[in-house]
Each structure stands twice: as C-alpha cells, then as structure tokens.
C-alpha cells in the first residue's frame, strides 16, 4: 500500500512495533467477557503511556481518559478486543494458539490501531479537551457494548461524541467509507411454535397438522417485505430453522417450531415487520385451527451515523488519504454491530477502513481472514486527526 502522505510519521515509523502487538492479540484470541489477556495487554500500555485507566467496566472492558487544557469537550474512540469461535485455517507464525478460537473480525487490529493512537496523542497530541479510549469486550453477538452502557459508561465517563472503525474486506487499502444515517442492520430474532393435535397420518381428521399450517407460515412470512413495507426502505426476513418431527413415517405430530432472522435499518420498519409477522402467524394458525405462541426478540439495533458526526469524520478522512479515496454512497451492511448501542446514546460515527483484496481480503469471519498490518499507522491516523478535529487546540470546545 502507498502510505498516503498524511500518514503521521511516527506512526509510520513505529509500525512494526504495533505490527508485533496485532500479531501478539492475533495469536491468543479470547472469546466474549473472557478478553483477560487482551484487557491486561490494553491496559498496560496505556498505563505505560500515562494514560488513566479504567478496567472492569463489562467484566473486561477497559478505558482510558486522556485530558488536556481547559475545554469541557469530550468525545469516546471505540474498538472491541473479542474473537469468535472459528477455528483458524491459516499457517502463519501468528496463526490462532486456541484451538476453536480466532481474530476472523480484525478486532486484534482494531485494539491495535487504537492504542497506537493512544500512545501518540499521550506522547503529543495537539488537542484541547478528553479523549475517552473505549476498549470494549463481546462485539460478537452479546452486546457487550450494550452492558458497558448499563454499566453507566456515558454516566462516568461523560463525552458528546462517539466514533468507531471495522475493517473492510473488499475495499481496497488506503480508502475509507463513511455513511451517513444507517450503516449496518439490526439483527432481531422470532421464534415461532404452532401447536396442533397430533394423529395418526391415516386419519388426518382426527388431528390438527400443524407441518401444513407452518408450511403455509413460510410462504406467507414472504410476503412481509414484499407487500407491507416501503419498496425503498430494505429489509431481509429469513426462516432459518422449521422443525417438526412425528417420530415415524405415519404419524401427524402436535407442533412445529420455526425461527429466523429479521435485518432493517430504521425501528419503524423493525416495528412494521414484526405487526405484519405477528398479524400473519395468527391468521393462518387461526385458518388452520392451531394455537401459535410467537416470539420476537429485539437484538442488535441498526448502527445509524449522525450526519453532522459523519461529515465531520468524512472531512477528517478527506485531509487524510484525499476526496478520491473516501466512498460516500457504498450501500450499507445487512450484517449487525453493537456500535449501534453507543451510537444510540450519543451522537456517533462508524467508518470502514479498506483491508484490501489481497491477503486478509477474503470475508470476514472466514478462516483464512486476516487483519491487513499495512493500514495499521493509516487508521491510527485516522484517531489522532479525529482527535485534533474535534477537540481543537486553540478555538476552545468543538469545531
Ligand atoms: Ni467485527
């Protein structure tokens, strides 16, 4: 990758050392509320860059809170520690030493990029105001963002702002995207039970089959996006799992159990999908005479950028890495990150950085996935002229 020139040069300079932390955080991957070595290694290097640090927050969440001058401004930088339980296919030196257990997301990049940032704006940042460093714990499907939260994050560590990066598989290194307004999806959940009387298959009159009623479910759930929401706000309902099991070839059997996911970008269209499901399920269990039992769980919210947030960071990256280099009108993801619950209690912005398309290129969470070492001092960059922006030296409070 051709470092852009506005790559600081310490960073630049120090990058192998920040190569061998990634790589250290690479090798021994921790799973959610379990990032006891990756806090310990987090918070000994703030430590050591005299920053003050915060540990326990969500059993293994750490934060640091760097001040400087006079300014009452705040904002919070954001990266999670977690892994997932992948077992690593890779045969690198740096390889996963947990069997089941891998950096498949680039949040070993992630920590990395942050403290790095960290050490350089302790050592010489240029800013006025606090810098709240949020490492956090379980990104991957628990939310551990949502327990710092109920922990009273933003009541002990109060802040106006909150930013967070991903990695980008699939965008080249050295660019960005920034959207403004919905970025991923949320990722809610429904559990169905349709409850019949179960017979013998012979004699279908004296049962109530609820395999023909949940056939008829299917078919109908399609029709949720199609027919009930605005053709131009996205969402995907997918049935993932339709049990049901009579236990031999000639026998009817009392229920049948559906689950799924639903993916939206906006709670208005969560909030529709979830009436037109519900209004569905009990019209066609009542045509069909079976009682239905459904459930609908709310999990990750949507990750939306605040537009006022977002031109900030894209400005920030447009100084950075040039105009050409940031993408403004990628469509969003249909994948899901508990950034959302930060990004909900203030106003906030998540970026993609580009991991490339070479090594590491490949999807995340995929075996062979790896963090790209290169964009290492870029994102970095990316948190200190972040920093500098928001938190100038000299107008006083925020630009
Ligand atoms: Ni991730």
Do not use: K
Not at 50 to 69: D, N, Q, S
Not at 163 to 192: K, R, T
């Amino acid at each position: 990758m051709a470092y852009p020139s506005a790559v600081l040069p310490e960073l630049l300079a120090g990058r192998e050392r920040y190569i061998t932390l990634r790589r250290d955080l690479h090798a021994h991957p921790e799973l959610a509320f379990e990032e006891r070595r990756t806090a310990e290694v987090v918070a000994g290097v703030l430590r050591a860059a005299g920053i003050e640090v915060h540990t326990g927050l969500a059993r293994t969440g750490v934060v640091g809170v760097l001040r400087r001058g006079e300014s009452p401004a705040a904002i919070g930088l954001r990266a999670d520690m977690d892994a997932l339980p992948i077992e690593e296919a890779n045969d690198f030196a740096h390889r996963s030493r947990h069997p089941g257990r891998m950096h498949a997301c680039g949040h070993d990049g992630h920590t990395a990029m942050l403290l790095a940032a960290a050490e350089y704006l302790a050592a010489q940042g240029r800013f006025d105001g606090t810098v709240y460093f949020i490492f956090q714990p379980a990104e991957e499907t628990v939310g551990g963002a949502r327990v710092m939260v109920e922990e009273g994050l933003f009541e002990r560590f109060p802040m106006q702002a909150v930013y967070g990066m991903h990695n980008w598989p699939g965008l080249p290194a050295g660019e960005f995207a920034v959207h403004s307004g919905p970025v991923m999806a949320c990722s809610d959940q429904f559990d169905i039970v349709l409850r019949g009387r179960g017979a013998h298959a012979a004699f279908p009159q004296l049962g109530c089959d609820p395999v023909v009623a949940a056939a008829a479910l299917v078919q109908a759930l399609q029709t949720v996006v199609s027919r009930t929401l605005d053709p131009l706000q996205p969402a995907v309902l997918s049935v993932t799992r339709l049990v049901a099991d009579g236990g031999a070839y000639n026998v009817i059997p009392a229920e049948a159990r559906l689950a799924g996911t639903v993916r939206a970008f906006r709670p208005e269209v969560q909030d529709a999908v979830e009436a037109a499901m519900q209004q569905l399920g009990e019209g066609i269990a009542a045509a069909h005479g079976v009682a239905i039992e459904f459930n609908y769980t709310r999990g990750y919210p949507p990750t939306v950028n605040d537009a006022r947030e977002a031109a900030r960071c894209r400005q920030v990256i447009e100084t950075l890495v040039g105009p050409q280099r940031v993408h403004t009108d990628l469509p969003p993801s249909m994948g899901a990150e508990d950034f959302a619950y930060l990004a909900r209690e203030r106003p906030g912005c998540y970026v993609w950085i580009g991991n490339g398309e070479g090594a590491g290129g490949c999807s995340l969470h995929n075996p062979h996935y790896d963090f790209n070492d290169a964009i290492l001092p870029l994102g970095a960059s990316y948190w200190v002229r972040l920093v500098e922006h928001c938190l100038p030296l000299y107008e006083g409070g925020r630009g």
